[in-house]
C-alpha cells in the first residue's frame, strides 16, 4: 500500500508537502490570524488515492464564522482595503499570482493528494489560478463609472462600489482554481470576504491562505474558514451581515443557499450542476472529436461541472465513434495520481465513489451498455472508477438526465440538426456544451441554439479568465470570470450634483 506521499515526485516539492502535512492541526484564518475552531473540533481529510489520513483540520462552525464575518466587516468598514488605491490592490493581487507561481508544485501536490487528480492536470489547475489572480490584478485599475447626459443645471456621475462582505463558498473539484474565481475579483473590486472550502478539500485553500498572509493583505481582509456544509456552510450562506453570496456546488445546495438568503436579501451568484450536451455530427473532425470528448468527460474523473457527459452522435457515425472513443478510455492509465504518467486518479470521496457506483447499477438496471468500464477500478484501496461509456441509452433514462459527476458518459445517436439541439436541450442544465462540424454556418447555428452558458465548437472545455463561465437553466446565474464578475462584486451608486 502507498504511503500517504508516494516517493514517485521529485523529492523537494514532496518534501514542502510533507512538512506542510506533518505539522499540527490546520486552524481558521480570523483577521489575520491563525485559530483553532471555537469547539476545539478538528476533522480528517483523508487521500482518496490510498484512504489514509493526510491531515487534521479545524471544524468551524456557527460561532467562527460569526467571528470570520466580524473581522471581515471591521476590515471592510476602516477602509483597510476598499480605500487602498487601484493600483495597490492590483499590486496585492500580483503578488499573490507571484508566491502561488513559487510555490507552483508544492501546491499541486496538495491538490492532488487531497482531490485525486493527476499531478498533470493539478498542475495545469495552480497555472489557472496563477492567472486568474494576473487578470483581475488587471481589472482593479479598470472598473470604471460613467457621467451621464444630465440636465444642464446637474452633473450626474455613477460610482462602481464593493458590495461588502462576501461569503464565498467552494467545492471540491478544483480546490485552488475556484478559490480564484471568486477571490480574487471580489479582491480587486475591493470586498473583504470569509471562505468556505470544500470538506473534502480543504489543505490547498489553507495554504492558500498562508500565501494571502505572505503577501502582506490587511488583517481581516480574507478569512478562512473550514468545516462542513449545513455547519459553518449554511451559518456563512444565512449570515445577517454577509452582503453577498458565490456559491459553487451542487443544484440541490444552491436552492439552499438561495433560500438563505432571503433574511437580508444578500446578492447571491451560484454556479451549479451540468449535464452537458456534446454534439458530434458525422462531418466532425473525428480524430480530435474523439480525443477532446474523451478529455471533455474523463478529466478530473469526471467531476466537472461541464463535463460532456450527454454525448449525441449523428447516426450514421455512431457505431465508428463508439468503438474509438471506448477504445480512449480503456487507454487512460488508472492509478496513483501522484505518478506523471497517470491520466486518471480516484474520485475525492467514499460518498462520491458510493454515489458513482450506484449510477453504474443503476445504468445496468436501466439496460445501458457498458462499452468501456462500468465498474470500480482493480485497486485494493482508493475510489478508482473505470472510465466507462454507455451506449443503448435513451435521453429519458436516469444516467442521461442526473448529473452522476464522475468519468461516465452516454451515447445517444441523432438523426439531424434539429434532432440534435431538441435533444441537446432536454435538459434541466445548461452549463457546457459542445458542437463538432466542419460546417461553420451549423457550427455557428447549432451554438446559438443550445441553452448553455459556454459552447466549445471543436474543442471542449476551455475555460479561461478572459471570458464569462456560468449557467442556463438550474445550472445557476450570474457569470464569474471575464469583466462579468465586475457586475458580481460591484454595487452601482449614482450621485447628483445640483450646479
Ligand atoms: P455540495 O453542493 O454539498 O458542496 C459544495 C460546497 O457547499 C461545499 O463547500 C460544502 O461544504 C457546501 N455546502 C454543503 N451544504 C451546504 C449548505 N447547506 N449550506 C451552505 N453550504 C453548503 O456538493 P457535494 O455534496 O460535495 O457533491 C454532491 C454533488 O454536487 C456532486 O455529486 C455533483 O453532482 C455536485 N457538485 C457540483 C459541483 C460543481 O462544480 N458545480 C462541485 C461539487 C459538487
Ligand atoms: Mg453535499
Redesign the pocket.
Known amino acids: 500500500m502507498a504511503a500517504a506521499v508516494p516517493s514517485v515526485e521529485p523529492a523537494t516539492e514532496a518534501a514542502a508537502a510533507r512538512r506542510f502535512l506533518q505539522g499540527p492541526p490546520k486552524q481558521l484564518l480570523i483577521g489575520g490570524k491563525w485559530v483553532p475552531a471555537k469547539s476545539g473540533k478538528t476533522f480528517e481529510t483523508i487521500n482518496p488515492a490510498n484512504e489514509e489520513v493526510l491531515a487534521l483540520v479545524a471544524e468551524g462552525d456557527r460561532a467562527d464564522i460569526d467571528e470570520a464575518v466580524a473581522a471581515a466587516r471591521r476590515a471592510f468598514e476602516a477602509g483597510r482595503w476598499p480605500s487602498l488605491g487601484p493600483h495597490q490592490r492590483a499590486r496585492y493581487l500580483l503578488r499573490i499570482a507571484d508566491l502561488i507561481e513559487q510555490h507552483a508544485d508544492e501546491l499541486a501536490q496538495l491538490i492532488t493528494l487531497d482531490n485525486g487528480k493527476p499531478i498533470s492536470e493539478a498542475t495545469v489547475e495552480v497555472g489557472r489560478t496563477v492567472d486568474t489572480f494576473r487578470y483581475y490584478a488587471g481589472w482593479a485599475t479598470k472598473f470604471y463609472g460613467e457621467t451621464n447626459p444630465s440636465a444642464p443645471d446637474f452633473f450626474n456621475y455613477t460610482l462602481r462600489e464593493p458590495v461588502g462582505v462576501c461569503g464565498q ?5 478544483g480546490p485552488l482554481s475556484t478559490i480564484s474565481w471568486k477571490v480574487a475579483p471580489a479582491l480587486a473590486f475591493g470586498n473583504t470576504l470569509v471562505l ?5 478539500t480543504p489543505l490547498p485553500a489553507v495554504r492558500m491562505g498562508e500565501l494571502i498572509c505572505e503577501a502582506g493583505l490587511p488583517d481581516g481582509v480574507v478569512n478562512i474558514v473550514t468545516g ?3 455547519t459553518a ?2 451559518a ?2 444565512g449570515h445577517p451581515d454577509v452582503d453577498k453570496v458565490a ?4 443544484t ?2 444552491g436552492k ?2 438561495l433560500q ?1 438568503s432571503a433574511g437580508n436579501l444578500k446578492r447571491v451568484s451560484l ?4 449535464k452537458s450536451p456534446n454534439v458530434i455530427f458525422a462531418d466532425a473532425p473525428l480524430e480530435t472529436a474523439v480525443a477532446l470528448s474523451a478529455t471533455g468527460v474523463f478529466r478530473n474523473q469526471g467531476q466537472v ?1 461541464c463535463a460532456a457527459t450527454r454525448m449525441f452522435v449523428q447516426e450514421s457515425l455512431y457505431d465508428e465513434f463508439a468503438e474509438r472513443i471506448a477504445a480512449k478510455a480503456e487507454a487512460i492509465r488508472l492509478g496513483e495520481p501522484l505518478d506523471q504518467t497517470t491520466t486518471m486518479g480516484p474520485l475525492v470521496s467514499s ?2 465513489y458510493e ?1 458513482v457506483l450506484g449510477y453504474l447499477k443503476l445504468a445496468r438496471d436501466e439496460g445501458a451498455q457498458a462499452k468501456a468500464g462500468g465498474e470500480r477500478g482493480p485497486q485494493e484501496r482508493g475510489y478508482f472508477v473505470k472510465p466507462t461509456i454507455y451506449t443503448a441509452v435513451r435521453n429519458d433514462m436516469r444516467i442521461a438526465r442526473e ?1 452522476i ?1 464522475g468519468p461516465v458518459a452516454v451515447l445517444i445517436p441523432f438523426k439531424d440538426e434539429n434532432d440534435a439541439v431538441l435533444q441537446g436541450n432536454d435538459t434541466t442544465y445548461g452549463l457546457g456544451a459542445g458542437v463538432w462540424t466542419r460546417d461553420l454556418s451549423r457550427a455557428h447555428r447549432v451554438a446559438r441554439a443550445l441553452r448553455a452558458g459556454s459552447v466549445w465548437v471543436n474543442c471542449y472545455g476551455l475555460i479561461d479568465p478572459i471570458s464569462a463561465f456560468g449557467g442556463y437553466k438550474q445550472s445557476g446565474f450570474g457569470r464569474e470570470l471575464g469583466p462579468q464578475s465586475i457586475d458580481l462584486y460591484t454595487q452601482i451608486k449614482s450621485v447628483y450634483v445640483k450646479l
Open positions: 463558498i467552494i467545492p471540491w473539484n468556505k472550502p470544500a470538506e473534502q462542513f456544509g449545513p456552510g449554511a456563512l450562506a456559491f459553487t456546488g451542487s440541490e445546495v439552499l443557499i438563505a454556479e451549479l450542476g451540468g461541472c460518498e462520491q454515489r448529473e459527476f
